[in-house]
Structures are given as C-alpha cells and as structure tokens.
C-alpha cells in the first residue's frame, strides 16, 4: 500500500541575482494516513518552500511528489485545485486572506460555500468545527481582531473544516506560549489520530512535542531524528470533547 504522500528526490532552486542557490536537494520523504511529522529548520533554510511543494503549490526542479498514488508535480491546474479544496488542507501564508470585517463563522464557512453547500448548512458545520477548536466564544468576532493563539484555532478550524486527508501547516505554533501550544498540537493529534495525514513545520523541538515523528531539515537535505518527549510539555492525551472527524468528499478525485 502506498503512502499518503510521498516526496521522491525533490530538488528545488531559485535564481538570486546572477546565482543559482538550491534550497531542497534530493529530498525524500514518505508519509502515512494517522502520521503527525514536524520538519525543524531555521530560517531560510527551506522548510516553507518543502511545505509548499509537498502541498502542490510549487514545482519541483527535479524529482515527484506523489498524493494517493497521483504524480501531483505534475498535475494540472485544475486538478491541484480540486484536491486543495477537498484532500489537502494547508495553513500557509498562501490561506485564504481575511477580509476586513470577517467573523470567524463566515471565515470558518467560506471553503464549504465555496464547494457548493448552502449558507445554514456550511455554517451548522464549521460551528461544529470552532466548537471541536476551542474557538466557539469568539465565534461572532472578527477574525483580524484576534489574538495568534485564537487566529491559529481559527486557521486550523478552515483548514479541516472539510475533513482533508492531508493536513499542512507551517510554523503554526512558533509565536504561542507554552500553554497554548501544547493545546493545538494536542488537537492535531487527535486529527491525526482518526487518520490524517499532518506535517508542520517548527523553528525548534518545542513545536513538534506529541509529534510520532520528527524531521530535521539541514545543508538542504532532511534526516529523520528520533523523536524526544518532554513530560513537562508533552500535550495531554485527551484534548478534551471531541466532535466526529467526517470526510467530505465533494469536489474531489477524478482528472
């Protein structure tokens, strides 16, 4: 069986100036359903750019990036489109922008709608999802004037709001307290748990703590590390109530 997601050999470079600079090279990775892996590197050494090709925003120079068994590297448009609306949930700076005025239900929504469910029903649902977050006292406000621990809930609330096979997210808990972090990654544990997919990225160990498995991304190459537990931050086992994780699947598959 293969895997959820599979980079093979990707190398990615950009031009600066009249230089060639290689930011990814010969990167592999392979990622099974239930699998919650965090990539560690600092700045500019690459880590955004290898979230972005492993979500299909960005061509690889040179290898693949498999998603259930399809080549999307390679895929069309179209057809990248339709999985980022359905499979493949992503929290980068490339997410949906806030509109100024926007309430945290009508931004939750917006990926419902946008697939073709009505007004009341996509907001019976991602009301359902800000309730699953954390996020339902802040439901009415607007999302520009939240705090980054609340808009980080909110970020993840959109982004699974449709049920993705695949979740990714870069740097999500990089600017939230101690307290605060533990509680989202205990909530994309239990995403994990019922079977997505997840790979974030962090500046350091103390982002990726509950995480089954841990990357380091160095001299453009990544290295799987061994994954380090610490009692006093690892998030608890039981986030707290959780509402049923249900796939939606309209919108997805076929070329």
């Given amino acids: 069986m293969s895997a959820l997601l599979s980079l093979i050999g990707v190398t990615k470079r950009y031009a600066r100036g009249v230089r060639e600079v290689t930011v990814l090279s010969d990167v592999s990775l392979d990622l099974e359903a239930g699998d919650f892996a965090c990539v ?4 500019g050494e690459g880590k955004t750019t290898l979230l972005e090709i492993a979500a299909g925003y960005r ?3 040179e290898g693949r990036v ?5 080549d999307i590297s390679t895929a069309s448009d179209r057809v990248r489109s339709r999985l980022h609306r359905s499979e493949i949930a992503c929290v980068l700076n490339r997410s949906v922008p806030v509109v100024h005025g926007e309430t945290v239900l009508k931004h939750v929504s917006l990926p419902l709608m946008a697939g073709g469910s009505g007004v009341r029903e996509s907001q019976h649902v991602a009301a359902a999802m800000i309730e699953r977050v954390g996020a339902r006292e802040y439901i009415d406000a607007r999302v520009s004037d939240l705090a980054d621990s609340e808009r980080a809930r909110v970020a993840l609330a959109q982004a699974c709001v449709r ?3 695949l979740l990714i997210a870069d740097e999500m808990t990089d600017t939230l307290d101690l307290i605060e972090r ?3 990654l205990a909530l994309l544990q239990g995403f994990a748990r019922e079977g997505v997919g997840i790979l974030i990225t962090a500046a350091d160990a103390h982002g990726a703590v509950g995480c089954s498995r841990l990357l380091s991304l160095s001299g453009t190459g990544l290295v799987e590390a061994p994954v380090a537990r610490s009692e006093a931050e690892r998030p608890p086992e039981d986030p707290g109530q959780l509402l049923p994780f249900t796939r939606d699947r309209r919108g997805g598959g076929g070329e």
């Fill in 40 to 43: 560690l590197a600092g700045r």
């Fill in 163 to 165: 049920g993705p096979r």
């Fill in 66 to 70: 498999m998603f259930a068994g399809r």
């Fill in 182 to 184: 533990s509680s989202v």
């Fill in 59 to 61: 061509r690889p120079e």
